[in-house]
Each structure stands twice: as C-alpha cells, then as structure tokens.
C-alpha cells in the first residue's frame, strides 16, 4: 500500500502538470488517479482534486473505456489520438483561432492541433472524414503517446 504523503505528492503532480488520469501498479495494490471534469475551464486558478481509487488485483478501465461514459456513450467515433508525447497546442499561435471546434468538419488532410516535443512543433492531421465532436485535450496540455486528442463523428 502507498503511503499517504506519495500520493498527496502523486496528486500535487498531477496538479502542476496538469495530468488529468494517472495509473500506478505494484504488485496486486492498482492506484488510479483522475481529475473531475477534465475538459472544462477552471474559472478561477484552482486546481481541481483528484478522486483515488484503490483495487488490489483489478483492472481499472482504459482510457477509451472512459471516453466513452457520458452524454454522448454508445455513440460511434473515430478518434484521433498523440502519435508522441508532446504539449498539446489547439492553434497556431496564442494570437489565432484554433485549427477546429466542436462542430468543425474535418478531413484526413486537416490540421487539428499541433504537438510541441523538445522544441519542434509537429502538425497533427485528422487522417479521417466527419465532424469534430469532443475536444479531449486542453490548450498547452501534456499529452501521451496514443492518448485520445479528439472524437470525430464519421462524415
């Protein structure tokens, strides 16, 4: 079992990087840590706590599985995911609007956002036809390799 100050020190993480789902395992004890409301805008600079569940020998659900509770489950996607780790960037510059909104037609040869790792900047292509749906990654975000980034209803 993990100590109280490593996971308090875990959700400080969390916080500062401003992760939305950690998952840790050793051994049989699984601690899966998320943050409410990972798309929605935090009004005024605090940070949102994370819930903490704890299984011993379980499996906790993948990220997909996630996306996929809410208002719009059952619904058919394609989703576009990080091809790298890298911070998300949902437009050009600070100054610009973002490459695409809910609502926004795309297709395969779209930009969608653009990840920055170790200084380079890498344009992100929808690589599939339909409209954006839900946005599943904050502006200056950290992002994993093969994290969801959008869901795209097929055209």
């Known amino acids: ?3 109280t100050d ?3 020190e875990l959700v400080e993480m969390m916080i500062a990087n401003d992760l939305v789902e950690l998952s840790l395992r050793d051994g ?4 899966s840590l998320r943050r409410p409301n990972p ?5 005024h600079g605090a940070s949102s706590p ?3 569940t704890f299984s011993a020998g379980s499996q906790t659900p993948s990220a997909a ?7 719009i489950a059952g619904a058919e996607f394609q989703k576009i995911h990080s091809p790298m780790v890298g911070t998300f960037y949902a437009a050009p510059d600070p100054d610009s609007p973002p490459f695409v909104q809910i609502g926004s037609q795309v ?3 779209t930009v969608v956002c653009i990840l920055e790792a170790m200084k380079v900047f890498s344009e992100i292509k ?3 036809s339909g409209i954006i749906e839900q946005i599943l990654a904050k502006d200056g975000q950290a992002v994993e390799f093969g994290q969801t980034l959008f869901l795209v209803r097929p055209a």
């Open 1 to 3: 079992m993990l100590e």
């Open 6 to 8: 490593k996971i308090r």
């Open 28 to 31: 049989d004890v699984e601690v």
């Open 39 to 43: 798309g929605g805008s935090n009004l």
């Open 50 to 52: 994370a819930a903490l």
């Open 65 to 71: 599985e996630v996306v996929g509770r809410g208002d």
């Open 107 to 109: 297709g395969p040869a």
């Open 126 to 128: 929808a690589e599939t």
